[in-house]
Structure formats: C-alpha cells, structure tokens
C-alpha cells in the first residue's frame, strides 16, 4: 500500500510539474541526496549551465539523504524519476544499471577526461562500461581547531603514539572534549572512525582487493587492528558521547568545545562557514615514524541518465558539461571539500580543502572497504560495519568479536573466486 | 396477493449498495488489493534475475536462517517488550487519568484533558525530535533538570545505551499515546448514567469500591477495544524508533521493532539494496501477527465480556 500511494505522489507530483513548465523548454530534474546543496545548484551551477545552453532548464530535486535510495528505487520503478539520477558509488548504482533504469555513458563526450580510477565507482566489474559521470571524491582525516591546539602548544600527530599522547593532553588539560564523535547515528564510527584510520592497517588498496579476492580475512590482523585503535578512542569522546549525534558532534566542534574532529572532507563547506577558530587538518596518523600514510579518497558522487528520460538529448548535453574543466572549478569551489574526479586541475580557493586535496600526493589513495562488491548481499557489510564499529566504540563488543562476525556474515552469501 | 408477494420478496435495496460502494471500492483498492498482493509476493522471490515460486521458502527463511532469523525474532522480541510496556503503563494510567478527569470535584478538568492529549496529535517526527534534544546529554534539559534536584548521577545516555534505549522510547511512546485510552474511557466513564452512581451510593458503595465494583466492570469493554487499539498500533509502529534512532534501530539493534526490519529489508538502507520479497514476507507475518492477536482477543475476551444495556 505505502509504496502504491507512493507511486500515486510521484505521478502527481510529475504531472503538475510538467504541466507548469513552460513549453517552448526542455525541462531537466535532478534526483539528488544532497539537500543541503540546494542553494549552490540553483544559485551557481545551474545558472552558470543555463546561460550557456539556452532551451534547457534545469531543476535540483533532492531527497533526504537516508531515503534518497528508497525513494529513487520507488520513483525509477514508477517510471517518475527524474531525467537526472544522482549515483551512490558502486554497488548500488550497479543495480540500477543492471536492472537497465540508467544507460550506458561511453559514447557521452568528455567521459574520456576521466581516470579509469575515478571512473571505477560507476563502471561494470568487467571494466567496460561506464553509467555515470564521476562528479566528486571525499577524503577522509582529522580537522582540528587550530586556537585549541596553538593555546596548549600542540602540534599535528604524525604517528599513533604521537595521536595518543596528543588527546591525553587535552584531556588532562579538561577545558575541551578531545574528540568529537558520537555513536547513536552509527555511520559516523565506521565512516569516521574505522574507514578513516583502517587504511592505514590493511594497506590500503592492497588489502582492500585482497578481501575481494578471498585472500584476506575480516579477522586478520590489519582488519581487527583498527578496531582495537578504534577502542581506545572511547576514553577522549564527550560525556554521553553514546547518545550524541551526529549533528551534536558538528555543533560540539565549531562551538569550540571540542578539539579534533574525525572527518570527511565534506565537513569543509559548514565548519569554513560556522566555526569562529582557526581550523587545520591532519590525515590519519601511521604506526610508526617513516611508515606509508593511506588516505581515504572516495568517490562519492556521479549523475547518470535515466533510460526512462523524455529529454535524453538534453540530458546529455547537460552530463556532457559536468564532465567539463567549466564545471570542475565551479562545483569544487562552490562545495569545498568535494573534490572534482577529471584530469582537469581544478583550482581550489578554500585552504583546508587544499590541505586535504595536498594528501594525496603524500599518501596513498584507496576507497572505503566495504563499497565495492562485498556489500552486495545480505547480511550487508557496510551495514554491519556501522553496527560493529558503534558496538567497539561502545565497549559492547571486543573488537576480536566484532570482527569475527563480520567475517561470519560475509562467509554466508560471499564466495570469491579462489 | 400481490402484495403478499411483494411483502415476501422486498424490492433489492440497491440504495445500500450505491452509498456503500465509494466507500467499499477506495477501500478493496488501496488495502485489500495491496494486502493480498503482498501476501502472494511473500510467496515468490527472485531466482537468477526471474521470478519464481518458492512458496514458504521465504518464511522458512525468516524463521530459521540465522541470516534473517537473528534480526527477526530479535525485532519480535522487542517489539513484545514495546506493547508490554505500553500495557503496564499506557492504559492503567490512562484509566487513572480518565478516573480523576471524570471526578466532578476536580477543577479546571478541561485543561488537563487537553494539555494531556496534545501529544497524540503531534507528529512523531516532532515527538521523536523534542525527545531527543530534552534527553541529549549535550544540550538536553532532562541532565540539568535533574542535576537541580539532587538527581544528577541518575541521568545516563538513556537513547544511546542497549540496556535502556528500548524503554526510554516505549517511555517516549507512552507519553505521547497515553491521551487515547484517556478519551475512550473519560467518555465510557461519562456515559455511564447517574441513576446506577446514585443506587450504588444508596447502598454505601462509595469512592474507590464504587470505582472497582461499579464504574471498571462497566467500562471494560472500552478498555479491551483500547487494548486492541495499544497493540495494533506497538505491532506495526516504525516512526518513532526511525526518526529517533535510525533505520539501523540502534545501538546495537536493541531498538528495532517489526517495521524497522521491514522498511530496513523492503526499501533497502544504505549500501543495502531493497529485497522486495524478504519484505513481503516481513510484513505478511506481521499482518499474521496481528491478526493472531486480534483473533484471540476476539475470541476469548471480547466474547467473554458482560455488556450492560441502560
């Protein structure tokens, strides 16, 4: 019934929006999760496309974050999304290609100005077919509030010891929370917490496709580290830091209450606007002085083009020019902190955006663990992941136990090709 | 003889059927359509990209595999912790309530009334967030509230812990539903005629034994229909826990109801993608659920119930 009446909203919704658009133009709608970009669509990127192409009109229609899948899987099999999907990366757009609701992008002009890396979010498992055009990346590391660390003479980790030793200090010093972070929302402690300093650990990529290949396991070594790591966190989080949200934790960092916040670059665009300090930022520290840094640099966002589209040409023209260097510069300095996947350089005005953009000719790059391929069935890992980090975060469960059970739920539906 | 014949067979009072069926066909559409095609979904899946017939592979599924039976019987569980609660509290306070509302000597009645059943026509998504934020150990007013009296060491990250998530939001729940069984009975209460009252004090029955003799037998058919009300509403809810913890119900899943499962199970959540089958069969058994539980009210209290006629 809930998704019939669903159904029945969207198709109202459609029709009235097609009814008030006016005739002589192709009307373009993206389907988006990012609600809060709405202001920097519709005040820079869509005028800046519009005043080039004439005749095409292009509205930004984004769902809340958490329901933006279950809304678009719904709308996409009513037949009343719009022209413009916006693409989680991997697997889950995956489906959608497969299931033929968004369309092949190889021939689309400029798709080549992409990196076969930046393009692997949105590209089948044999490599040849490409369905979105790669839009923007997220790192990961740590932004911290620079007047806190200058006024108890602190300076940036290099090394875990040095990390430790650094929110020890804080802590002793008790004005601040050392970090902010809660685990009531769950994803922050994975996305944060584990996805953040994991790479360091399991080597990155390397350890990374040798999960997907079958050749490591959940519960060796580089998998579980992070986790005990993770643990130790618990002693510098807030008070009630078991029932802080995520929200609470952005507030508790630029009110200036707390010093270190685990972070993804997104974070940039609100702290830039909202803290009143000084705001620096570090990537994950490595186990020992010298080591390899691994950063997390995940391809977050791409546009795709819905098969079902009325307007495709104009779709096309449209994803065409967000696969321009135009649009690179535009979209990376109107979000700071998501930074653009082509070859072309993007000059980046906002310094921590630079600062984190700077890793990765420092560090090695890889994407989140549990992205590709290993969450596609049930139970899901990434899920999981958000359940079991909250749970280590928690003291509820030993990060042994923890990571035995991911590894038990993947064993269920994943077999690798040995 | 042609009347008799007329007076034998009357003419189809088709006006019944006319006024009936606006009613009757938005009705068959929008729920006895979607039900029984969820059931009969409930009874496919997706085999190798086709669909196929597997009958009640996916109950079996549900029940047993411990991939679903774990989050299954573990979202059952709660959710019979969710309705126990709700019964233990909800309705004996609401029939307290409803008692010393009806009480005439009781001053500004109306207020109460009202200010008591604001909550049942706000949003959860506005209970769920109010809670929130009064009980957040950042911001929240309930550790300072506390803290003033003395109470301070008694506040604790309720929502964020295992042990108590589930209970502050049965507790949340509670607050704001308790004007339901309030209204019913208040007016239960008020119906019953004075003449019984005035007997009953007649005879000396007065103040609480005339509430327990008289006034309870006579309005207990009003409490099992907001029994029934209480436990259809705990067996399908969904918003609180999703507006307050998540669709991952947690910490640790210790709040995840029936319908957390299944929006978790049938929409997707995040990286997990929508199985509209295993969803199907999710919201099967809880319609079976419910209706079990309806039936057997139905069949052993409601049929045992004495009702008085004035």
């Known amino acids: 019934m809930r998704k019939l009446s669903l159904a029945a909203t969207c198709l109202a919704a459609a029709a009235f929006c097609s009814g008030a658009a006016r005739a002589e133009d192709t009307t373009l709608t993206i389907e988006s999760w990012r609600t809060d970009d709405i202001a920097i669509w519709q005040d820079k990127i869509i005028p800046a496309f519009e005043k080039t192409h004439p005749g095409i009109t292009v509205r930004f229609s984004p769902t809340a974050p958490t329901e933006y899948n279950a809304a678009l899987n719904a709308k996409l099999d009513a037949g009343s999304a719009g022209d413009l999907i916006t693409c989680r990366p991997f697997d889950a757009s995956l489906a959608l290609y497969d299931k033929h609701q968004i369309v092949s992008l190889n021939d689309l002009p400029g798709i080549d100005d992409f990196s076969s890396v930046a393009k692997a979010a949105w590209t089948t498992d044999d490599g040849k077919t490409t369905f979105c055009v790669p839009m923007a990346s997220v790192i990961h590391g740590f932004i911290y509030n620079a007047d806190i660390f200058a006024e108890l003479g602190l300076s940036e980790p290099k090394t875990n010891d040095e990390f430790f030793k650094l929110l020890e200090a804080i802590k002793t010093d008790g004005r601040y929370v050392p970090m902010a972070l809660g685990t009531v929302d769950q994803w922050e402690a994975a996305t944060m917490g584990y996805q953040n300093i994991g790479p360091t650990y399991w080597k990155g990529e390397d350890g990374r496709l040798a999960l997907v290949a079958g050749k490591q396991k959940l519960t060796d070594e580089g998998w579980v580290e992070p986790y005990r790591v993770l643990k130790r966190w618990s002693d510098y989080l807030g008070d009630g830091y078991k029932a802080q949200t995520y929200p609470d934790s952005q507030n508790l960092f630029t009110l200036g209450r707390a010093a270190i916040f685990p972070a993804g670059s997104w974070e940039i665009g609100l702290f830039s606007q909202q803290a009143q300090f000084k705001l620096g930022a570090f990537p994950p520290p490595v186990a020992s002085a010298g080591d390899t840094c691994y950063i997390s640099d995940h391809p977050d966002i791409g546009l795709g083009l819905n098969a079902t589209s009325k307007n495709a040409e104009a779709a096309r023209t449209f994803l065409s020019w967000v696969a321009s260097e135009e649009f690179a510069t535009l979209y990376s300095n109107a979000l700071p902190g998501f930074f653009a996947l082509s070859k072309h350089q993007a000059k980046l005005d906002n310094e921590l955006a630079k600062k984190f953009l700077s890793w990765r000719n420092d560090c090695q790059s890889t994407i989140r663990s549990t992205y590709a391929i290993v969450s596609r069935g049930t139970p899901n890992l990434e899920n999981e992941t958000w359940n079991a980090s909250a749970n280590v975060l928690n003291g509820v469960e030993p990060p042994e136990t923890a990571a035995k059970r991911l590894q038990d739920g993947l064993d269920r539906w994943y077999k690798p090709a040995k | 003889m042609s009347s008799a014949k007329l007076n034998r067979w009357p003419s189809p009072r088709w006006h019944i059927l006319v006024f009936l069926a606006p009613a009757l066909s938005v009705y068959t559409a929008l729920m006895v359509i979607p039900l029984a095609l969820t059931l009969r979904q409930s009874l496919y899946n997706g085999v190798d990209g086709t669909l196929a017939f597997v009958g009640f592979?996916?109950?079996?599924?549900?029940?047993?595999?411990?991939?679903?039976?774990?989050?299954?019987?573990?979202?059952?569980?709660?959710?019979?912790?969710?309705?126990?609660?709700?019964?233990?509290?909800?309705?004996?306070?609401?029939?307290?309530?409803?008692?010393?509302?009806?009480?005439?000597?009781?001053?500004?009645?109306?207020?109460?009334?009202?200010?008591?059943?604001?909550?049942?026509?706000?949003?959860?998504?506005?209970?769920?967030?109010?809670?929130?934020?009064?009980?957040?150990?950042?911001?929240?007013?309930?550790?300072?509230?506390?803290?003033a009296i003395g109470l301070g060491w008694l506040f604790a990250p309720w929502l964020g812990r295992e042990d108590s998530a589930l209970i502050a939001l049965s507790l949340i729940s509670v607050w704001q539903f308790v004007g339901m069984p309030m209204i019913l009975i208040y007016a239960a209460l008020l119906s019953i005629p004075d003449e019984v009252l005035e007997a009953a004090e007649c005879d000396g029955i007065t103040g609480w034994s005339q509430f327990f003799k008289i006034k309870l037998p006579l309005i207990l058919p009003t409490i099992g229909i907001a029994s029934i009300l209480t436990f259809v509403g705990n067996f399908n809810a969904f918003d609180l826990v999703y507006v307050s913890q998540g669709a991952q119900a947690g910490p640790n899943y210790s709040t995840d109801l029936l319908g957390t499962f299944l929006y978790r199970t049938f929409f997707g959540f995040q990286l997990q993608l929508g199985d509209t089958y295993m969803g199907a069969t999710i919201a099967s058994m809880m319609f079976l659920l419910i209706l079990f539980g309806v039936c057997t009210y139905l069949f052993f209290v409601q049929r045992r119930l004495q009702r008085y006629q004035f």
């Open chain 2, 57 to 147: 592979e996916n109950f079996s599924k549900l029940l047993f595999d411990p991939t679903w039976a774990t989050s299954f019987w573990n979202a059952l569980s709660n959710n019979l912790v969710f309705f126990v609660i709700h019964m233990a509290l909800q309705n004996p306070i609401g029939i307290a309530l409803a008692a010393l509302l009806a009480n005439p000597k009781l001053r500004l009645a109306r207020f109460y009334r009202t200010a008591i059943f604001v909550p049942t026509i706000l949003s959860f998504v506005v209970v769920g967030f109010v809670w929130k934020l009064i009980l957040s150990p950042l911001w929240g007013v309930a550790p300072s509230m506390l803290k």
